[in-house]
């Protein structure tokens, strides 16, 4: 494992020790803590390779480290002392504390168990085949709580479930079984506790944000705001085309339902009258309007006959009396 500067240090390395570190605080944009508590060497001088791009990582002993952020002047700067790490180290850099954050989970490598670790989370087994033959394994399973049956000369696991819950302690025969069935439920690599920027102190919790969420909600919230704006006829840079083309839109409808001609819209209106007269016409039966005016004409014709031939019947009948 990681350890601090070793304790056989003169009075003089230590002022020089606090003195510097003092420095990069002042001259750090983003300083936080890191926990490099179960971190392997290995792992480490890897990881401050990959990192050294955008952040420098100083570890020293956690009183120097204290008197060191009480010495530097940046307002507030000694919130940092209130970091819950159980082996701190100093990060700096001029990413902005969430960018940080991102990077140093990015920077995370899974891990085998070896028993005694904490869960980092609810740690579950899947269902179906293990590949593992009858045993010892069988007993270890069932004793974890898994529903398990030999099939195929193989054990298998029925259906999914959590072994170790996120805190507990990872046990020996919870370690063989999760290394039997091939998962790595612990991550190697940094832990950044806390970090200040701007006299702000942010927490590992505020730090941990999901970004695809917050890309979405951010884009949901703008697009409402957007529609409220339009909507409500309130003129900015970004909303005054649409609330003109609305505008404008509006007033053409208008004009053209109520024919009111102007150069816009003479066209449209012309348009919208013959589609009424179009579908005036499809409504209407005109061959037999005129059959029917015709039928109107004969029987008028039929009825002066009768008329004419009734008043000469009544005057042949006036000469006869005669």
Do not use: C, W
């Not at 029925?158 to 991550?187: F, H, K, R, Y």
């Not at 969420?213 to 697009?223: F, G, K, T």
């Not at 839109?249 to 109520?258: T, V």
Request: glycine share 6%; aromatic share 4%.
């Amino acid at each position: 494992m990681v350890q601090p500067t070793p304790k056989n240090m003169s009075r003089e390395q230590k002022e020089q020790i606090v003195e510097h570190m003092s420095e990069q605080i002042e001259e750090s944009p983003v300083v936080g803590i890191l926990d490099m508590h179960n971190l392997p060497s290995k792992q480490l001088q890897q990881i401050k390779k990959e990192m050294k791009k955008f952040a420098n990582i100083r570890m020293e002993r956690k009183t120097l480290m204290k008197i060191a952020i009480d010495e530097a002047e940046k307002e507030d700067i000694d919130r940092l002392n209130e970091n819950e790490a159980v082996q701190p180290a100093f990060i700096f850099s001029e990413k902005d504390p969430f960018q940080l954050y991102s990077l140093i989970q990015n920077n995370k490598s899974s891990a085998a168990a070896q028993g005694g670790e904490t869960a980092p989370n609810d740690i579950e087994v899947p269902d179906g085949d293990t590949g593992i033959g009858p045993g010892p394994m069988l007993g270890k399973l069932q004793g974890a709580g898994l529903n398990v049956q030999v099939q195929d000369g193989s054990i298998h696991v029925q259906e999914p479930g959590v072994i170790v819950n996120q805190g507990e302690e990872i046990t020996q025969d919870d370690a063989d079984i999760l290394n039997q069935v091939g998962i790595e439920p612990l991550e190697i690599g940094l832990d950044l506790d806390i970090a200040y920027s701007e006299g702000e102190i942010f927490t590992s919790e505020q730090l941990d944000i999901d970004e695809e969420q917050y890309r979405q909600d951010v884009e949901s919230a703008a697009s409402m705001a957007f529609n409220l704006a339009v909507n409500a006829g309130y003129i900015t840079e970004t909303t005054a085309p649409t609330v003109i083309s609305e505008a404008f839109r509006k007033a053409k409808n208008l004009s053209i339902s109520e024919g009111i001609v102007t150069e816009e819209t003479v066209e449209e209106i012309i348009g919208h009258a013959s589609s009424g007269a179009e579908a005036l016409e499809s409504q209407l039966d005109l061959d037999s309007a005129e059959e029917d005016e015709e039928t109107e004409e004969e029987e008028t014709e039929d009825e002066e006959a009768e008329d004419e031939e009734t008043q000469d019947e009544d005057q042949e009948e006036a000469e006869e009396e005669e």
